[in-house]
Structure formats: structure tokens, C-alpha cells
Nanobody
Framework: QLQLVQSGGGSVQAGGSLRLSCAASGYVYPRSSMGWFRQAPGKEREVVAAIDGNGNTSYRDSVKGRFTISQDNADNTLYLLMASLKPEDTAMYYC????????????????WGQGSQVTVTA
């Protein structure tokens, strides 16, 4: 079993920055993928950024150049640094864990974090 515990998030004005953290405990599958999804009210959950089993990162187009995903393998913690935030980034953000090949869709995900609210005001 694996548990993903998120921290961070909150409310910020447009142009500001926030950092999300996700600590994994329990059995972490070797070379697994980790990533961040988000879901805005009335919208489908979508992938934001991910790291695959080889350490390759990927981002959705709307956050490229503004968001940075990273992980600390020593303590199994995933991070998402979000800069130049926009009101359209407002959503519940979820940490995700999945197979080595990568995370791009909801069916790829094996485990979810509890969610962290990010609110960006104009």
C-alpha cells in the first residue's frame, strides 16, 4: 500500500507563486511515475505535470515555463513549484503515482493524494 500526503497550496494573487508537496509513504514501486493533476469546478481532472520512471518531465502546454515539477528520491517527496499564477490555474490539485511509463490520463494513476486547493485571484 502507498499513501500520498499533500501539503501546500492556498490563495494567492495573480502573478504570485505557490509550492505543493507530496510525501509518499509505504511501498513505492521502483522507477514509478509521479505527477500532478488538477480539477477545476465543473471541469474534468487533467494532468498538469509528471515525471516518468526515467526522470523525464512533461507539462501541459498552459503551464510550460511557469510550473516546475521535481522530486527528492531520498525522502520520496514530489514537488510542484507554480510561478506566474493565473486565475485559470485555480483548481484542486492532486498528487498521483503510477507505472514507470508515465502519467497522462486518469486510468494511469494507481494512487491519489488527498488534494490541495489552489486559488488565484485577479
Amino acid at each position: 500500500q502507498l499513501q500520498l500526503v499533500q501539503s501546500g497550496g492556498g490563495s494567492v494573487q495573480a502573478g504570485g507563486s505557490l509550492r505543493l508537496s507530496c510525501a509518499a509513504s509505504g511501498y513505492v514501486y521502483p522507477r514509478s511515475s509521479m505527477g500532478w493533476f488538477r480539477q477545476a469546478p465543473g471541469k474534468e481532472r487533467e494532468v498538469v505535470a509528471a515525471i516518468d520512471g526515467n526522470g523525464n518531465t512533461s507539462y501541459r502546454d498552459s503551464v510550460k515555463g511557469r510550473f516546475t515539477i521535481s522530486q527528492d528520491n531520498a525522502d520520496n517527496t514530489l514537488y510542484l513549484l507554480m510561478a506566474s499564477l493565473k486565475p485559470e490555474d485555480t483548481a484542486m490539485y492532486y498528487c498521483a503515482h503510477g507505472p514507470p511509463g508515465g502519467l497522462s490520463t486518469i486510468p494511469d494513476v494507481w494512487y491519489w493524494g488527498q488534494g490541495s486547493q489552489v486559488t488565484v485571484t485577479a
